[in-house]
């Protein structure tokens, strides 16, 4: 409340650019870095995981926060995905394209991207680490992001 009156009377006072500068001022401070958010979390079901936990962890070099992987049946995990996940992977026995039909408030479809031989990967529409799931989502489909041994490029 102080800050929007504040910015107000600059305005009115200062001018339009006066209480822009002012705003920016008092939001500077509650910007939070990456690393306070905690790891990036990425969410899939299980056929897939050995694959994508290989490629957090090649990517997880360059992001400070680091990236969790969480796998299993969709029930497993979805309570704490609809609160937390940053991206949501697909896999054998488990469309993901249904799923973000059905959970359009979490899945943001126009994300949507395939890695591994064509299995998809979604960002949410509350994910904290916003720039680096989308990075991610690109590492999960480029050639770096093919772990030997793995699933990946399997289907």
Do not use: N
Request: proline residues 6%; contains cysteine.
């Amino acid at each position: 409340m102080f800050a929007e009156t504040l910015a107000a009377r600059v305005a009115v006072r200062g001018g339009i650019l006066g209480g822009l500068l002012v705003g920016f001022m008092l939001l500077a401070p509650t910007t939070v870095a990456a690393r306070d958010w905690g790891p990036m979390k990425v969410f899939g079901p299980p056929d897939q995981a050995a694959a994508v936990k290989e490629c957090a962890r090649i990517f997880g070099r360059d992001y400070d926060p680091g990236v969790v992987v969480f796998a299993g049946p969709k029930e497993d995990w979805l309570r704490q995905a609809k609160v937390s996940a940053d991206v949501i992977f697909g896999g054998a026995g488990f469309s993901l394209d249904e799923f973000a039909a059905a959970h359009s408030c979490l899945v943001d479809a126009a994300s949507r991207a395939e890695f591994a031989g064509g299995w998809p990967v979604y960002a949410t529409h509350f994910v904290k680490h916003k720039e680096a799931a989308r990075r991610f989502i690109e590492f999960l489909q480029s050639p770096a992001c093919r772990p030997q041994g793995s699933q990946a490029g399997q289907r």
